[in-house]
């Protein structure tokens, strides 16, 4: 089982940064491949960036291409979304996902991965 606990959520500014964070837990962090997943209100998932095991291959999508930075620590077992620029279109519930992998791959389909944190919210106001 792998626990995944997200933070550094909360109320941002149009233009202004977060970064959130997803400590991982209940096996070797350094075996998983992470992504980051958003929901708004109303609306279905949206596959935001993924990050390889080891840190050396990244996505982003192309609604915050340039904006969002994916990035993993595995000797603290972290995995961080650093969110610049902000925008209202931004605001959503934002969740950290985790899959096993030999690979040396990055996973960019939500069906893809294995376990989920709760989830932490983002708010931007204009």
């Known amino acids: 089982q792998v626990q995944l606990v997200e933070s550094g959520g909360g109320l941002g500014q149009a233009g202004g940064s977060l970064r959130l964070s997803c400590a991982a837990s209940?096996?070797?962090?350094?075996?998983?491949?992470m992504g980051w997943v958003r929901q708004a209100p109303g609306k279905e998932r949206e596959f935001v960036a993924a990050?390889?095991?080891?840190?050396?291959?990244?996505y982003h999508a192309d609604s915050v291409k340039g904006r969002f930075t994916i990035s993993r620590d595995n000797a603290k077992n972290l995995v961080y979304l650093q969110m610049n620029n902000l925008k209202p279109e931004d605001t959503a519930v934002y969740y950290c996902?985790?899959?096993?992998?030999?690979?040396?791959?990055?996973?960019?389909?939500?069906?893809?991965?294995?376990?989920w944190g709760q989830g932490t919210q983002v708010t931007v106001s204009s």
């Open positions: 996902a985790a899959r096993a992998t030999d690979f040396t791959y990055y996973y960019i389909r939500i069906n893809e991965y294995d376990y």
């Open positions: 990050i390889n095991r080891r840190g050396g291959s990244i």
């Open positions: 209940g096996r070797t962090f350094s075996t998983d491949a």
